[in-house]
C-alpha cells in the first residue's frame, strides 16, 4: 500500500528542527547551508524516521543531501560492512553524491564512502572494500560485478538509495536495480531495511518498483512552483538551415559568461559545439559518444568558466549538478513538456532572472505553443533578423584551463597546486581561478598570461614529491 501526499509548502525550514546530530549539523554548516529547500522540508521527516519514502522532486531540489542525512544518521562506523548502499545511473553522479556525501560526513571521523564505477580498475575498488567502507555508492553494472564477486557484502545494508530512479530505467537498469533489490530482500536486514526513491519523474514502471520493493512508501510529489517566475522565456522564428547561425547571434546579442544550448541528438551536439567553436566561441560538446575522462573534462571546463558555451544533449545533462546558467538556448523544441522544464529549470538562480531562448521553424511552433499553454507560461515571439553575429563581440572567457594528469588518486589537493603557482612559480594569485580535482586529473582555471609560467613549473619541478604532466587545452 502506498499513501500518496503532493505537497506545495511546509512550514519548518531550519534544519536544527530535524534533531540530527552534533556532527552533521556541523557537516551542514560547513557547507553554508541555513535553510532546506522545500524537498528536503517535506521529505526529511519521513527519511529520518526510517520511512520507505519514494520522492518525485525535479533537478537541483537538493535530493543528494535529503537521503544523504538519512543514511548518514543510521551509521554506525564501527561495523566496517557497508551499512548504505546509493545506486546511480552514471558515473558522474556516482562520484558527485559521494563527494556530497563525504562533506557533510567530514565530521564523522572514519566514516569511509566507497565509490563503485565502471570504467575503473576493480582492484582498489576491492581493497576499498576490504578495508572496511561504511556507505557505498555505486552504478548499477559495476555494483552488480561487485556482487558477482562476492566482494561487495549487502549482509549489513540497511538503507538502500535509488537516485534518478527515472533515468537508470531510461537508460535500461531496469534489470540491474530488481537484481539487487532482490539480493536486498533476502540479507539479514531485510525486515528492517529502509529503501528511498528519488526520480524527477513518475513513470508507471516507478510505481511498479515502488510497490513490489517498498514497504507502505509514502510516495512525495514536490511542486516546486518557484522557478517558474524567475525565468523569462522568448522564441525566435527560424528557418532550419539558419539554426547554427541563429545560436551564435544569440551568443554575441547577450554576450554571457556561462550558456547551456540543448540539442535533441548526439550528432546535433556535435555538429553544434564543433561549429561554435571554428567560429571562435569556447564551445565544447557533452553527449554520450564521449569517453568518460572527456565528459568530466567538459563539465570540469564548464564550471570553472574556461568554457562558456556547453552544447549537450539532454540524456547526458539530466540529473547533473551544474550550477545554474543565465541562459538557456533550446536548438530545438524538446520532445515534451518535462524535458522542457528541465532544460529551462538549469537558469533562473535564487536573485537574478533566467532567459529560456527556443529557437522554432513552422513545424515547430504547434508544439512550443502547446508546451507553453500547458506549463502556463508566457513565451514571447521575437524576429531574429534584428539580431546579428558579431565575431568581435564573442565573449572570451576570463581564464584558460590547464589539465594536469595527477588527482585525487596522487593526494593531490587544490592547495598543493595553488602553493606551488602561487609561492614557488610566484604567480599573482589573482590570476588563477577555480581549481578542481578528479580521481586522475586537475583542471586549473588560469588567466593567459600566466599559462607559461604555470607550465614550466610542472615541467621542471615537483609536487609533493612528484612530477606531473601539464597542458594548456
Ligand atoms: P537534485 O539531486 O535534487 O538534482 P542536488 O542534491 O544535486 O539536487 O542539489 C543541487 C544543489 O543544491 C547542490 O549544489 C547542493 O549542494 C545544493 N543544495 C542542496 N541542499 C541545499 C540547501 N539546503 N541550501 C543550499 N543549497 C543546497
Ligand atoms: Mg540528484
Redesign the pocket.
Known amino acids: 500500500m502506498t499513501s500518496n501526499t503532493a505537497i506545495t509548502a511546509a512550514a519548518a525550514t531550519s534544519?536544527s528542527s530535524l534533531g540530527l546530530s552534533k556532527q552533521l549539523m556541523e557537516g551542514?554548516e560547513a557547507?553554508?547551508?541555513?535553510?532546506?529547500?522545500l524537498?528536503?522540508q517535506v521529505c526529511l521527516p519521513d527519511v529520518l524516521a526510517g520511512k520507505d519514502v519514494a520522492v518525485q522532486?525535479?533537478?537541483?531540489?537538493?535530493?543528494?543531501?535529503?537521503f544523504a542525512l538519512g543514511l548518514l544518521s543510521k551509521i554506525e562506523i564501527e561495523a566496517k560492512k557497508p551499512q548504505a548502499l546509493i545506486m546511480c545511473p552514471t558515473r558522474e553522479l556516482a562520484e558527485?553524491?559521494a563527494e556530497?556525501v563525504r562533506l557533510i560526513a567530514k565530521r564523522m571521523a572514519n566514516l569511509k564512502v566507497v565509490t563503485l564505477v565502471g570504467g575503473m580498475p576493480m582492484g582498489p575498488q576491492i581493497i576499498s572494500l576490504r578495508y572496511g567502507s561504511n556507505v557505498v555508492v555505486g552504478t548499477p553494472g559495476r555494483i552488480m560485478d561487485h556482487i558477482g564477486k562476492r566482494t561487495l557484502s549487502l549482509k549489513k545494508v540497511n538503507c538502500f538509495v535509488l537516485?534518478?530512479a527515472d533515468r537508470m530505467l531510461d537508460m535500461g537498469f531496469e534489470d540491474e536495480m530488481r537484481v539487487v533489490m532482490h539480493h536486498l530482500s533476502q540479507n539479514a536486514q531485510a525486515a528492517t531495511r529502509q529503501t528511498l526513491l528519488?526520480s524527477?519523474t513518475f513513470p508507471e514502471k516507478i510505481k511498479s518498483i515502488t510497490d513490489q520493493y517498498q514497504r507502505d512508501a509514502k510516495i512525495i510529489k514536490v511542486e516546486d512552483g518557484q522557478a517558474a517566475p524567475n525565468i523569462e522565456q522568448q522564441a525566435y522564428r527560424i528557418s532550419n538551415e539558419h539554426r547554427t547561425q541563429a545560436v551564435a547571434a544569440l551568443l554575441t546579442h547577450h554576450q554571457i559568461e556561462s550558456t547551456i544550448v540543448f540539442c535533441r541528438t548526439r550528432i546535433e551536439t556535435r555538429e553544434l559545439s564543433e561549429e561554435l567553436y571554428q567560429m571562435g566561441f569556447a564551445a565544447a560538446g557533452l553527449h554520450g559518444d564521449l569517453e568518460q575522462s572527456e565528459r568530466s573534462q567538459v563539465l570540469a571546463r564548464f564550471a570553472n568558466k574556461t568554457v562558456s558555451v556547453l552544447v549537450a544533449t539532454d540524456v547526458a545533462a539530466r540529473?547533473l549538478?551544474i550550477?545554474r546558467v543565465d541562459l538557456i538556448i533550446n536548438h530545438r523544441v524538446s520532445e515534451d513538456i518535462d524535458t522542457h522544464t528541465h532544460r529551462i529549470g538549469r537558469t533562473g538562480r535564487a536573485e537574478e532572472k533566467g532567459l529560456a531562448i527556443t529557437l522554432i521553424d513552422d513545424a515547430e511552433e504547434s508544439r512550443l505553443d502547446e508546451i507553453a499553454a500547458k506549463t502556463d507560461a508566457k513565451i514571447n515571439k521575437l524576429h531574429i533578423q534584428g539580431v546579428r553575429f558579431h565575431a568581435n563581440r564573442i565573449r572570451e572567457p576570463e581564464y584558460v584551463c590547464i589539465a594536469v594528469d595527477g588527482g585525487k588518486r596522487d593526494k593531490l589537493r587544490p592547495g598543493d597546486i595553488l602553493g606551488a603557482l602561487t609561492k614557488e612559480a610566484e604567480i599573482p594569485g589573482e590570476d588563477i581561478g577555480k581549481i578542481s580535482i578528479s580521481a586522475r586529473h586537475a583542471y586549473i582555471a588560469i588567466k593567459a598570461r600566466s599559462v607559461k609560467r604555470a607550465l614550466n613549473q610542472f615541467r621542471e619541478k615537483r609536487i609533493k614529491g612528484k612530477r606531473f604532466k601539464a597542458r594548456k587545452l
Open positions: 534544519f551542514i557547507l553554508e547551508f541555513t535553510q532546506m529547500t524537498t528536503q522532486a525535479k533537478t537541483g531540489s537538493g535530493k543528494t543531501l535529503a558527485q553524491v556530497q537516485d534518478e528519488f524527477a540529473g549538478d550550477e
